[in-house]
């Protein structure tokens, strides 16, 4: 039975992948390192912003220590911020989709981004009320295809549940390749929408669909039906 549905963010909720991709160009590009956008959507997505800092640097061969990841972390931070005031916005259909099963259940994210660049977004379009949590890339050590987010996310279920959620009772809604995979590794089923990968990479979730509009509480259901 589907008791608790877990989303991702940037890239489900909210169409922010591109802004991030740009925001890391130019802070990398500072440090004189180029990361192409083939890069980032064929190895990087979905990985949190202390691993991908680390792994271009490593690439790159540029020595660097925690202190100096953290402050590209923060300067990243602030231009975010500076970006999402004009470039921001939600899939369509998404708010609809949120509105028609809030009541049905619980709805939480876990996504590897930072958990004020969630906040800001989902308070900047009213919806931060939806969700009955929120597991963001400072709550973890491990980012995507890791399943850690997705863990901690439904022991923050059920630190507020009536009743216990379990893997198997948990529907994740994924982007990513990277994300799929920490999703399936969590023992939850998953639905994938091709807003940053076409088809072909998504397969081994339950279901692949183009958007939100092609979603209904019956094929939720149905995917908890099936042996």
């Known amino acids: 039975m589907l008791k608790a549905i877990i989303f991702d963010f940037d890239g489900i909720i909210a169409d922010t992948e591109p802004t991030h991709l740009e925001a890391?160009?130019?802070?990398?590009?500072?440090?004189?390192?180029?990361?192409?956008?083939?890069?980032?959507?064929?190895?990087?997505?979905?990985?949190?912003?202390?691993?991908?800092?680390?792994?271009?640097?490593?690439?790159?061969?540029?020595?660097?220590?925690?202190?100096?990841?953290?402050?590209?972390?923060?300067?990243?931070?602030?231009?975010?911020?500076?970006?999402?005031?004009?470039?921001?916005?939600?899939?369509?259909?998404?708010?609809?989709?949120?509105?028609?099963?809030?009541?049905?259940y619980i709805l939480s994210i876990a996504s590897g981004a930072l958990k004020a660049e969630i906040e800001f977004i989902l308070n900047k379009?009213?919806?931060?009320?939806i969700f009955n949590n929120i597991t963001a890339a400072?709550?973890?050590?491990?980012?995507?295809?890791?399943?850690?987010?997705?863990?901690?996310?439904?022991?923050t279920i059920n630190d507020i549940a009536?009743?216990?959620?379990?893997?198997?009772?948990?529907?994740?809604?994924?982007?990513?390749?990277?994300?799929?995979?920490?999703?399936?590794?969590?023992?939850?089923r998953c639905i994938a929408i091709t807003n940053s990968y076409h088809q072909e990479y998504l397969i081994k979730a339950d279901l692949v669909v183009n958007g939100f509009d092609e979603i209904n509480i019956e094929m939720l259901e149905d995917i908890f039906n099936q042996n």
């Open 138 to 155: 400072d709550d973890v050590e491990n980012c995507k295809p890791d399943p850690e987010v997705f863990k901690k996310s439904l022991a």
């Open 125 to 129: 379009f009213d919806i931060a009320d």
């Open 24 to 104: 890391f160009k130019q802070i990398l590009n500072e440090n004189g390192i180029e990361l192409t956008d083939s890069d980032y959507y064929g190895k990087y997505l979905a990985y949190d912003d202390k691993k991908l800092f680390r792994e271009l640097l490593k690439i790159n061969n540029i020595t660097y220590n925690e202190s100096y990841v953290e402050n590209l972390i923060q300067k990243k931070h602030r231009l975010i911020y500076e970006l999402f005031t004009t470039h921001v916005k939600l899939f369509p259909g998404v708010v609809e989709f949120l509105n028609g099963i809030s009541q049905r």
């Open 162 to 188: 009536e009743n216990i959620v379990h893997p198997s009772e948990c529907l994740v809604i994924e982007d990513s390749i990277h994300g799929v995979e920490a999703a399936i590794a969590a023992k939850m």
